[in-house]
């Protein structure tokens, strides 16, 4: 593959039909969102499957929590650097590497017999899933003309929405009537399926004036900003926010970041070049992603723990109850690419962090004994909010970035993704905690219960922290059912302060929406220069 550049079309002309296969958008967008479907299931399907694979390995609980964390902390920091590397050398060659090693990372934990084992290939997974997702978007931001980008990313938002909330309900399925490791055996068709359409139909577009060089020093401080601080947010919960380990590494994020920054000003070919961030759409689009995330994920974390551990339901059925959601991501995601299309993203963008603000505050609602009819409608409004955030945040962070920096900005807005969700689940179970502690003493001593240690308290607040009622086997059944009613009065409380302050972000997302506009380079894809 020669890095010689061909223009075949002006960068403000509209694309050419594409001859067969290659090149085909439609197709091309399908064999993206099989790719990216498999990456966006893995982010919330293993949960499911991390009880099984800690009786199935003898692991211990912090070594299944490593499971989610080598996963997600090998992802956020390469997200930025991996769409680099596809400006540099083409989304086709970086996003079929991607599936390859993604899917190959996967056999290769369903393989594994030790904890350590699955461990390390989740960071390749992460590793890898950094290099396919932002060079998705490279891809359909080089094949779309402008007026049809937005149902593009209308119709990859919605695989997006639909595989992190629907995997819970797919692992689910496999965990209980397969075993863990079909969990990660699926990936390995689906990936091949994937190179198979990308090897045929991907044309390997690339800017003109696509970089030439690589900003090492810039990579180095970027990626360490990036370790410290989503460091700080996995271990804030274990650590707690007012320890001094915490605020080291979120301090020393935020000095990497200011020479970072600096460093950027002064070499030749930046890896972000910060005029990017002149841009005030594009910095709304990033900060709206962000937002929208820790409002998503945030609700989403308590709301498996209130199906399962309150209602008493299945996975597979509180993954069942969770269909209204996806549903609705699944419809509104392509309507709202048309909308935006129509009206620009600023009213969508605003009209659905309203609606995510509204849903958010009627989950806040939500009680033990509330019923599926009041809990589905809830849940189908916050996939409604959610559909145009989605789509209409990436366009304008994709559309107002130059095309030969599509894969950084790509990068960008999947890095505010995971870090707004890590933000989300961090902070929000913080709010949980401090209600459950400030809470749980006095609601046990109200309902005439056994006084307990403070070593005892710890435990029993742990477990209240995701719903479950500490009782003991051979517990009498009156004692069990008054410590059952505590656990989860408790627990609705602190998820009704936690959704109040999902859905106060939310709100606040709004006036961030106001300040997005369509994409000013937007023009610039489809059909342009192609190797």
């Given at each position: 593959m020669t890095s010689q550049t061909t223009v075949d079309a002006p960068a403000s002309g509209p694309q050419r039909p594409a001859a067969g296969l290659r090149g085909h958008p439609w197709l091309t967008l399908i064999t993206v969102a099989v790719g990216v479907m498999m990456a966006a299931l893995d982010g919330t399907i293993v949960a499911i499957a991390n009880p099984a694979i800690r009786d199935d390995l003898n692991a211990s609980f912090a070594d299944v929590q490593w499971v989610s964390n080598a996963y997600f902390l090998a992802?956020?920091?390469?997200?930025?650097?991996?769409?680099?590397?596809?400006?540099?050398?083409?989304?086709?060659?970086?996003?079929?590497?991607?599936?390859?090693?993604?899917?190959?990372?996967?056999?290769?934990?369903?393989?594994?017999?030790?904890?350590?084992?699955?461990?390390?290939?989740?960071?390749?997974?992460?590793?890898?899933?950094?290099?396919?997702?932002?060079a998705a978007l490279?891809?359909?931001?080089?094949?779309?003309?402008?007026?049809?980008?937005?149902?593009?990313?209308?119709?990859?938002?919605?695989?997006?929405?639909?595989?992190?909330?629907?995997?819970?309900?797919?692992?689910?399925?496999?965990?209980?009537?397969?075993?863990?490791?079909?969990v990660f055996f699926i990936n390995v068709p689906v990936g091949v399926l994937a190179v198979l359409l990308g090897t045929l139909i991907l044309l390997d577009h690339r800017a003109e004036n696509a970089p030439r060089s690589f900003d090492l020093l810039g990579i180095a401080l970027l990626s360490g900003a990036m370790f410290c601080l989503v460091w700080a947010l996995i271990k804030a919960p274990t650590w707690g926010w007012?320890?001094?380990?915490?605020?080291?590494?979120?301090?020393?994020?935020?000095?990497?970041?200011?020479?970072?920054?600096?460093?950027?000003?002064?070499v030749a070919e930046p890896l972000i070049p910060l005029g990017l961030f002149r841009s005030v759409p594009l910095s709304a689009g990033v900060v709206l992603m962000m937002l929208m995330a820790i409002a998503f994920m945030g609700g989403l974390f308590f709301v498996t723990f209130y199906l399962q551990n309150v209602h008493g339901m299945s996975p597979v059925k509180a993954g069942a109850h969770l269909l209204p959601l996806t549903?609705?991501?699944?419809?509104?995601?392509?309507?709202?690419?048309?909308?935006?299309?129509?009206?620009?993203?600023?009213?969508?963008?605003?009209?659905?962090?309203?609606?995510?603000?509204?849903?958010?505050?009627?989950?806040?609602?939500?009680?033990?004994?509330?019923?599926?009819?009041?809990?589905?409608?809830?849940?189908?409004?916050?996939?409604?909010?959610?559909?145009p955030v989605m789509v209409g945040a990436t366009e304008v962070i994709v559309g107002n970035a130059p095309l030969?920096?599509?894969?950084?900005?790509?990068?960008?807005?999947?890095?505010?993704?995971?870090?707004?969700?890590?933000?989300?689940?961090?902070?929000?179970?913080?709010?949980?905690?401090?209600?459950?502690?400030?809470?749980?003493?006095?609601?046990?001593?109200?309902?005439?219960?056994?006084?307990?240690?403070?070593?005892?308290?710890?435990k029993v607040s742990e477990a209240v922290q995701v719903g479950v009622a500490p009782v003991a086997k051979g517990m009498p059944e009156p004692v069990a059912a008054k410590i059952t009613a505590v656990a989860h009065d408790t627990f609705l409380s602190g998820m009704s302060l936690a959704s109040l302050v999902a859905a106060?972000?939310?709100?606040?997302?709004?006036?961030?929406?106001?300040?997005?506009?369509?994409?000013?380079?937007?023009?610039?894809?489809?059909?342009?220069?192609?190797?």
């Open positions: 992802l956020a920091v390469t997200l930025i650097t991996a769409g680099k590397l596809g400006d540099r050398f083409g989304h086709r060659q970086t996003f079929l590497i991607g599936v390859t090693g993604f899917a190959a990372a996967s056999g290769a934990i369903g393989l594994s017999g030790s904890i350590t084992a699955v461990i390390v290939f989740r960071v390749f997974q992460g590793l890898f899933g950094a290099l396919l997702m932002p490279g891809v359909l931001r080089a094949t779309f003309p402008a007026e049809k980008l937005n149902m593009a990313i209308g119709v990859w938002g919605m695989v997006i929405g639909a595989s992190t909330a629907g995997g819970p309900i797919l692992g689910g399925v496999l965990v209980e009537h397969v075993n863990w490791q079909s007012g320890d001094g380990k915490t605020w080291l590494f979120i301090a020393a994020s935020a000095v990497l970041f200011a020479v970072f920054s600096f460093w950027e000003t002064k549903g609705m991501m699944i419809i509104g995601s392509p309507l709202a690419g048309s909308a935006i299309t129509k009206l620009g993203p600023r009213v969508p963008l605003a009209f659905g962090m309203a609606v995510t603000a509204v849903a958010l505050y009627g989950m806040s609602t939500l009680e033990s004994d509330t019923g599926s009819g009041v809990m589905s409608l809830w849940f189908a409004l916050l996939g409604l909010g959610l559909a030969e920096l599509s894969g950084v900005a790509g990068g960008l807005q999947q890095a505010a993704m995971q870090i707004g969700s890590s933000l989300g689940t961090a902070v929000l179970g913080a709010v949980m905690a401090s209600r459950v502690d400030s809470e749980l003493p006095g609601n046990w001593a109200d309902a005439g219960l056994p006084k307990l240690t403070p070593g005892q308290l710890d106060g972000v939310a709100v606040a997302a709004i006036f961030v929406a106001l300040l997005t506009k369509r994409g000013t380079n937007a023009e610039a894809g489809a059909g342009v220069g192609h190797v």
